[in-house]
């Protein structure tokens, strides 16, 4: 089973407008990171945030990270239609293995 | 330096068939993982190789295998193909072990008929 579950499932908005995606987790963890994914293709890293940060921010992206809550929402701002993809969150394991658990993704849809 | 690359890039199999998925890792990279993807289940964890040993493997059956060679690449081996078996596979490697960010290839869309 995913150890995340990502809020809203899809999302539609207009260019220059701002995305905010959430994420939620069951388990404690070490860090979160924050995936794009076009198309069925493969998954690009966005960001990582580890579990004793608040907040991080990447050129239009802020990543908030809540480890009393088990959440994490991650902002694009000033969108644009190649913003346009689906974005996962991924958690690892505090086992040490090297293996990541994916949310069930937000489909961002950016209308030009 | 040259990503992660995956071949082949598209597979058409049928029912009982087997298949063999290559993963290349990013140059220095030791750690190879493989992920399924499809529309029901997501994106989940298969297993993950780290010096030609697996460490750590995920809730599917033994049809699924893989390996990793002493350069880093990895393979990955279905048998007996069922119809779920289709999906998008995912590899990334990682520096080491203990390096979080993985970094992921193009996959292999595998349509099993």
């Known amino acids: 089973s995913q150890q995340g579950e990502e809020d809203p499932q899809a999302l539609s908005i207009q260019e220059g407008e701002n995305a905010t995606m959430n994420c939620s987790y069951k388990?404690?963890?070490?860090?979160l990171q924050w995936y794009r994914q076009n198309s069925g293709r493969g998954l690009v890293h966005l960001i990582l945030?580890?579990?004793?940060?608040r907040e991080k921010h990447s050129g239009r992206l802020r990543v908030t990270l809540d480890t009393s809550k088990k959440s994490s929402s991650l902002l694009i701002t000033a969108s644009r239609a190649a913003d346009t993809a689906s974005y996962f969150c991924a958690t690892d394991s505090k086992t040490g293995a090297n293996n990541l658990f994916f949310g069930t993704g937000t489909r961002l849809t950016v209308i030009p | 330096k040259a990503g992660v690359t995956q071949t082949p890039r598209y597979l058409i199999k049928t029912r009982g068939q087997q298949v063999t998925l290559s993963c290349s890792p990013i140059s220095g990279h030791r750690s190879v993982s493989w992920y399924q993807q499809t529309p029901g289940q997501g994106l989940q964890f298969l297993f993950e190789?780290?010096?030609?040993?697996?460490?750590n493997k995920g809730n599917f059956p033994g049809r699924f295998s893989g390996r990793q060679f002493s350069n880093s690449r990895s393979e990955m081996n279905v048998s007996t193909l069922e119809l779920g078996d289709s999906a998008l596979y995912l590899c990334?490697?990682?520096?080491?072990?203990?390096?979080?960010?993985?970094?992921f290839g193009p996959g292999t869309r595998l349509l099993v008929l």
């Open positions: 990334a490697s990682s520096l080491s072990v203990v390096q979080e960010t993985q970094y």
């Open positions: 388990t404690s963890i070490n860090n």
């Open positions: 945030i580890r579990s004793n940060e």
């Open positions: 190789y780290f010096s030609e040993t697996q460490r």
